[in-house]
């Protein structure tokens, strides 16, 4: 039936309307804050790799059992490491 990650999007075409299934990934805005699991599938590495940049980067909350990642804090770490690679 639904799949997970999917989204329900209506289409007008000439015909009238149709119900398309689309990725969520495409939908989604981004979030400021999420979780590990959330971020490494946002940033397209591993959860180790993830926890470990955004450990670095001071960008990880905890919220009782929750630990939460600013993105916001991430992307800059990112940007200034990548500023500083000789190429």
């Not at 007008?12 to 400021?32: F, L, M, Y």
């Not at 001071?58 to 990112?78: P, Q």
């Amino acid at each position: 039936m639904y799949k997970r990650n999917t989204k329900l999007v209506e289409s007008e075409n000439g015909e009238g309307r149709e119900t398309i299934q689309v990725p969520a990934k495409i939908i989604v805005s981004k979030k400021k804050w999420v979780r590990y699991d959330e971020g490494a599938e946002l940033y397209s590495m591993g959860i180790n790799t993830f926890r470990d940049f955004a450990k670095e980067a001071k960008a990880i909350y905890h919220v009782k059992r929750v630990a939460l990642v600013n993105t916001d804090k991430l992307d800059e770490f990112i940007e200034l490491m990548c500023a500083d690679d000789p190429e």
